[in-house]
């Protein structure tokens, strides 16, 4: 199994960013995808979640109306649509995948927002 982040980067308050995680290694058609972050000094927190199909999301609270989750089962990709960004949106971003109840994660991806 493999989870390979892309798209994190240095935006301004107020800025978007589209990450996305291509997975390998198992069908990723079957499972349910998650994005999570960490920022310096804090647990890592759950920024959203996916179902196998994409029919059902869920999201954190503090992202509820700006991140969107999304899925292309035909490019075993999974993305992170974030708009309206904040200072307190800086934090690494990572994919996560149970599989088998095994934990999966992706190196993370690096989002800083700062003006």
């Known amino acids: 199994v493999q989870l390979v982040e892309s798209g994190g980067g240095l935006v301004q308050p107020g800025g978007s960013l589209r990450l996305s995680c291509a997975a390998s290694g198992f069908t990723f058609s079957s499972y349910g995808m998650s994005w999570y972050r960490q920022a310096p000094g804090k647990e890592r927190e759950l920024v959203a979640a996916?179902?196998?199909?994409?029919?059902?999301?869920n999201y954190a609270d503090s992202m509820k109306g700006r991140f969107t989750i999304s899925r292309d089962n035909a490019k075993n990709t999974v993305y992170l649509q974030m708009n309206s960004l904040k200072p307190e949106d800086t934090a690494v971003y990572y994919c996560y995948a149970a599989i088998y109840y095994r934990h999966y994660w992706g190196q993370g991806t690096q989002v800083t927002v700062s003006s």
């Open positions: 996916i179902t196998s199909v994409g029919g059902s999301t």
